[in-house]
């Protein structure tokens, strides 16, 4: 058993050439050294390139015998009738033959690897690179701009692995073959190097856009994805509002743009490749008349003439290959100059390693002052306020003032250009996303689910999550409910995107998410988008409960769910930030007064029962809790909900009736106005 392991042990040895699995075959996307560029991964693979050079040297080395084999059999054998010279020239033809077969599938082999080794290396490392890029970064491109980098990894792949690397590889054997050609027929070696002179120049000719290290048909054809990726990503919208028209428009454009410069250059490329073929041939015919007149004047041999078009082609065949190959080479280049321009962007701040106690969770803005890549003016300027600890504030502002902006900022997604964050006495800057991520949990303005099953989708906030704190969470956002009624129930196929899920399944499956975390903070971007009016009033019981130990910043057009907050912040249309009591700004902002609850003499403690109506409600998550939760609200609450129950989530139309509250509202007015 052991001499049959030591066999396949170096049987495996001598097919990876020397190399163990384990040292260099292993795809790694880690880096020993700093500096994640596209020429370090290419070095990384010079092993592999280089036993595929010194196959080279074998395989062009067998490759002439053809030619010395036809010499002979002209020269030697026909002359001569030597059967047994033949004999024993068939012989050495045919081991020849196999060992260029083993040596040929054995270079193939090693490029492979080469080629899984440069792919794998390059794709993990830009992968890794994005995820570690800002956000800001990557909003900055489209969604098509990013995807087409890891077209760029298969481009540069097939360049350093493929057709164009064993035409390198071959060419400077050229050299050995006009030496032969040389040494056996040499009044057709002029011949042959005019050829090689008008083959170069070709190729010199052909390697326009590798010296503009530019091509425009490929830079055409990124466009022309573009715009079909947009297509694909706004096809329900297409669909709805009949934007048939437009979508055609814009890919044929795109479409028509690429096709005439594909058409093109193609053209050029069809006429270059014609023109090498000729050149080739009258090479070729060139020997001929050269070698019969040199075989008349007893100058060479029929075998000599014979060998030395066999060689012509070994000699001049890389060269004219290469002419083909300077279009992929360009694109590499390219291609290259792409990747590392990423590879060098900045990265978000890594961890610090540093297990730091859980924060209260009172966050405070300093002077903020942020603007995105390519705006003309700051979204949020010289922003300062003071949040929490533990409570629900609520977020308001125009569309577009930075409320979602605002956010991303709080919870580190955004660095501020001037100004600092504080989370308690940290800094947020000094931390990275996945430390952030355990006391600072977000919920995004949109619901974004990827294929796979539901609990899938959920554990991907919190891989370590049991299977009773994901029923928990659940609950709290009302999820369990339909979830528990579906055929699969945790484990249903959600889809590309969660389209198997409705808009409020998917907004209540991210919700879940959000609190799988149990963050002492909690962001919320319109957590009731797309809610139902039931949901909603479930999770305005549950976020009462959770504010008792946490903090909560939604983001909300609802007046009902701003209705809970205890302060509301409010972005105006100049980038400042404004903060009042909830009353306040309800009056302010929505014309809408809240009267005083009654004090209560009698009953002092119907608030404590009020609570513990609350506490069941987040810990159970069912609608009868959430009701008897939202029955305990207090009367300002119940007020509000009343007064805007037939225009929810709308501004009043009309002020209340009172002259009390029409004075309040008309200063409520002007006050909004100002």
């Not at 290959?321 to 590879?343: K, M, P």
Request: proline letters at 4%; glycine letters at 8%.
């Amino acid at each position: 058993m052991g001499v049959r392991y030591l066999f396949k042990e170096r049987l495996e040895a001598f097919w990876n050439f020397g190399l163990k699995p384990s040292e260099e075959n292993v795809v790694n996307g880690e880096s020993k050294e700093e500096g994640q560029t596209v020429k370090y991964v290419i070095r990384g693979a010079f092993p592999f390139l280089k036993r595929a050079a010194l196959l080279s040297v074998f395989v062009n080395l067998v490759g002439l015998f053809p030619a010395i084999f036809s010499l002979q059999v002209y020269d030697r054998v026909i002359y001569r009738s030597g059967l047994n010279t033949l004999t024993a020239l068939l012989i050495g033809m045919g081991i020849l033959l196999a060992a260029d077969l083993i040596l040929r599938s054995f270079r193939a082999r090693v490029l492979r690897v080469a080629a899984v080794r440069i792919d794998g290396e390059i794709a993990s490392r830009l992968m890794n690179k994005i995820l570690s890029i800002p956000l800001r970064e990557l909003e900055a491109k489209s969604t098509a701009r990013w995807y087409a980098l890891f077209k760029d990894v298969d481009t540069v792949r097939v360049v350093w692995s493929g057709a164009v690397a064993m035409t390198l590889l071959d060419l400077p054997f050229a050299i050995l073959a006009l030496v032969l050609i040389a040494a056996l027929a040499l009044p057709v070696l002029p011949v042959v190097l005019v050829g090689l002179l008008c083959l170069a120049t070709l190729s010199w000719y052909s390697s326009g856009e590798f010296r503009k290290r530019r091509v425009e048909e490929f830079t055409r054809a990124r466009r022309r994805d573009e715009v079909l990726a947009e297509v694909c990503r706004g096809r329900e919208a297409i669909k709805a509002l009949v934007q048939d028209d437009s979508a055609k428009r814009a890919w044929v454009g795109s479409y028509n743009s690429w096709v005439q410069e594909s058409f093109q250059k193609n053209g050029e490329m069809e006429d270059q490749r014609e023109l090498s073929v000729s050149i080739m041939l009258a090479v070729n015919i060139g020997i001929t008349a050269v070698g019969a007149f040199a075989v008349i004047n007893q100058w060479m041999t029929v075998g000599g003439l014979i060998a030395s078009n066999m060689l012509a082609s070994k000699a001049i065949g890389p060269l004219s290959a290469l002419s083909g190959h300077w279009r992929s080479i360009a694109h590499s280049r390219e291609a290259t100059d792409r990747l590392n321009q990423v590879f060098d962007s900045e990265e978000e701040k890594q961890t610090t390693g540093l297990d730091l106690p859980m924060p209260a969770g009172a966050l405070r803005l300093e002077n903020v002052v942020y603007q995105h890549v390519g705006a003309q003016k700051a979204v949020l300027k010289g922003v300062s306020a003071q949040i929490g600890p533990r409570g629900i504030y609520g977020v308001a502002g125009d569309n577009g003032a930075g409320k979602s902006t605002l956010l991303k900022i709080l919870r580190g997604l955004y660095q501020p250009q001037n100004g600092r964050v504080l989370l308690d006495e940290y800094d947020l800057s000094q931390f990275s996303r996945q430390e952030l991520s355990r006391w600072i949990s977000f919920l995004p303005q949109t619901s974004q689910l990827f294929e796979g099953t539901i609990v899938e989708n959920l554990r991907r906030s919190n891989p370590d999550a049991t299977d009773e704190q994901i029923i928990m969470a659940a609950k709290r956002s009302g999820a369990h409910d339909f979830i528990a009624k579906l055929p699969d129930g945790y484990m249903t196929e959600v889809g590309e995107g969660g389209n198997r899920l409705s808009g409020g399944q998917r907004r209540r499956v991210a919700i879940t998410q959000a609190f799988l975390s149990d963050a002492p903070v909690l962001l919320m971007d319109e957590p009731t988008n797309d809610l139902d009016f039931a949901t909603e009033t479930h999770l305005m019981a549950v976020f009462k409960s959770l504010a008792q130990s946490k903090t909560i910043i939604m983001v909300t057009h609802s007046v009902r769910l701003m209705s809970i907050s205890e302060k509301i912040i409010y972005l105006d249309k100049e980038s400042k930030l404004h903060v009042g009591s909830t009353p306040e700004m309800l009056k302010l902002l929505y014309g809408i007064n809240v009267p005083k609850p009654a004090t209560a003499v009698a009953a002092p403690a119907q608030p404590a029962a009020a609570q513990a109506a609350v506490q069941p409600a987040a810990a159970t998550g069912t609608n009868g809790a959430a009701a008897s939760a939202g029955a305990s609200t207090s009367t300002g609450t119940t007020s509000v909900v009343a007064a805007t129950e037939q225009t929810r989530r709308a501004i009043p139309a009309t002020p209340p009736t009172t002259a009390s509250q029409g004075a309040s509202s008309d200063e409520g007015g002007k006050a909004a106005q100002a």
